[in-house]
């Protein structure tokens, strides 16, 4: 099919509620992307924030075509031989580096999903019903997740919302020490806030954060589906502060491009009833599979530790271009935000229009979200593309 004839369907049907680029995205591999006309790209957006591992990876596509002859999607209500090693494989990954007695794992389809367990888990074990949410954070677009997602562009025309949801500002401990008391049921952050702008937190915040949480029976929710997955430069970025929130979520590439998302959390914390949260496909072997094939092929591939070298380099790379349109470069591992002085949509028309596609984050933000997997080479053509596009 050609690009009008897609637009045209697509154009025609679309809820309306995502504003599309006028490409249509027809195959991946690795870190390249290619549209319908053959036009080649640079995936500097991991699709988005998905494609850790880059896209259709041979060990995960190769798990995904033995499990689709073998058992699709399973009831919830059975046990199921890859569901199990892959909840081994996850404990196992979650434990040591969250400092994690042990875990529950509930798994679902989807970021959002992950975060209304997360929610539902705050409630259900603490028996209280606010929820302190931070400035700019970004934590999905279903009712209760929505709730706490802070951009009122996606909140407002669908209030009134879940009740007793507090916006605090982020990195700022005495805005969160003044909010939080003896009723509240969960704190709810990032540790770098993705779709909010790529901020970061500093050490003594969370430190404060988990105490504070301590202080008052709270528990502290990270919402790492953006962050997980060695985005950072470690497994969890959560490991960057030594930080042990009670319940971490994940989504995006923990599914290895299927529709996965994750809500673990210290078995210390207490655990739902039967029939209090279930989902239907929520841990269907076949995510399970691709799953666990990512969990291998990060350490196979020591991908944790190539995000920190890449990250490390390219944004030292970027600020060296000494661009007059940049205000400030910063992130963490391979989550890199370029802060604009204008606004970040010519821009990123214009790199799209140059082979790199990109992403923004909020008006002038340019962010970038590699595959882990990424050569240093296609790296530095971005770099030399973006030298071109924010030069003099
Ligand atoms: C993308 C994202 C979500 C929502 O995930 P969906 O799979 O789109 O529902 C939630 N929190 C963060 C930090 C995200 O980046």
Redesign the pocket.
Known sequence: MNYTDIEQIEATYNSGGVGRRPIALVKAQGARLWDSEGNEYIDCAAAQ?WANVGHSHPTVTAAIQRQLETLVASQESSYNDQRALWMQALADTLNPRLNWADCYIHPSN????A?EAALKLARFVTRRTEIIAMVRG????TMG?LSTTWNKKYRIPFEPLIPEITHVPYNNIDKLSAAISDKTAAVLV?IVQ??GGVHLGDEEYFQKMRQLCDQHGALLIV?E??TGVGRTGKWFASEHHGLTPDVITL??SIGGGLPM?VTAWQTKVGRFKPGTHGSTFGGNPLACVASRAVIEVMAEEQLVERAAYLGGWLMDEISALDSPKIREVRGLGLMIGIQLKNKVTPILQQLIAQGVWALPAGLNVLRLLPPLTIEQDDLKHVVKTLGEVLGK
């Not at 989807?110 to 999903?113: D, L, M, Q, R, V």
């Open positions: 924030g989807s970021g959002t999903e975060n970004f934590h999905g677009r997740a990032e993705g779709e919402d589906i953006q989504g995006k998302g």
